[in-house]
Structures are given as C-alpha cells and as structure tokens.
C-alpha cells in the first residue's frame, strides 16, 4: 500500500548560510522527527490488521519558495544514516551521487524551485523484502525498524539567512504490511 504525508514550512537556521531538516520514511510510524508520532494517514488502520510493516521504497517532491533577497540552492538525498537537524556536514549530501539539487533566485524572481526524488530499500539499502524479519522490518505497535533511510532536505546559500525558503512537502512511501493480528493483541 501507498501511504502519502504532507507537510509545509520554513526551511531556515538564523544566522547560518546552511540548514537542514529530515523524514523518516522506514519508520511509517513515525516519519517525521521533528514533531513526533507522526504515522501517515492510513498507518493505523493497517495497523488494526498487521503486526509488521517493511517499507519497500519512497518518494519525495519539494516546492520551494525563496524568501531572501539573495539565491540559494536546495538539495534532497536519501542517507542511510540520520542526519540530524542543521548538520554541519551538508556538503556531503550536496555532494551525494544519490542527491537531486537546483537553485532558487532571490525573492524578486526566479525563486521557486521543484524537486523529485526516490529511492526502494531493495536498491539503496541493499535489502530486498523477504519475510522474516530484518533490519528494515518494524512492528505496527511503534517499534522502529534497527535500519533506516533517511530524507535530507537542506539549503545552502552564500549569505547569511533571516528570511529562509518556504516548502511544502508531499512524501510516499510504498509499505507491506504483513502478519495478521489475529486475535487481536
């Protein structure tokens, strides 16, 4: 099944000329950690059903908007390691063969930006879906996978934020759900 989360915001750390945040999407329970017990609508009534999930694969496409008055540019990479919130290591997922980027002109034109991106466990983590249990497997009840991928979504620009860009977020990610709760726990 295909579960879809949405999100909007500012992408911005005041004072930096960087900044990042990140999703979660092979932990379906909880794909953004930054609020917290965040499953995707339709999570919970799979749940009702299944003990188990794997995520099979996901995709991501950013609207941006620039609100300084000076460029930037933007970048989504799927990493096989968390990478936290404002990490000082951006460059790396710049740098990523796996990222997408593209650049935003200043608020007086040119400054929106989309972009696309996917990845499917069995290709970037290595990892083809064959039950039993693995490292990409979680239970329903909340019990995160012990291996994950991970979004960043960062921005870079050559001067000092205060106004920072503007997303909304739409983020799929393909599930199995397996095992059924039967009874019910």
Not at 38 to 64: C, D, K, N
Not at 94 to 102: A, Q, R
Not at 104 to 114: A, F, R, V
């Amino acid at each position: 099944m295909t579960l879809r989360y949405a999100l909007e915001g500012q992408i911005g750390n005041a004072g930096a000329t960087n900044s990042n945040f990140r999703l979660e999407p092979t932990y379906a329970y909880d794909v953004d950690p930054g609020l917290g017990s965040t499953s995707m609508p339709g999570f919970a009534e799979q749940a009702a059903i299944y003990r188990f999930y794997r995520v099979l694969g996901s995709r991501i496409t950013v609207h941006a908007s620039n609100n300084e008055v000076f460029p930037q540019s933007l970048c989504i990479c799927p990493a096989n390691a968390d990478p936290g919130s404002n990490t000082a290591n951006f460059q790396n997922y710049f740098s990523s063969i796996n990222s997408v980027k593209g650049t935003m002109g200043p608020i007086t034109g040119n400054s929106k930006l989309t972009l696309t991106n996917s990845f499917t466990v069995a290709d970037f983590g290595g990892a083809p879906f064959i039950i039993p249990n693995d490292s990409y497997s979680g239970a329903t009840a909340g019990t995160a996978p012990t291996n994950n991928i991970w979004w960043f979504i960062g921005q870079k620009s050559a001067a000092v934020q205060s106004a920072f860009v503007f997303t909304a977020i739409d983020l799929e990610v393909d599930v199995e759900f397996y095992e059924f709760q039967s009874p019910a726990a």
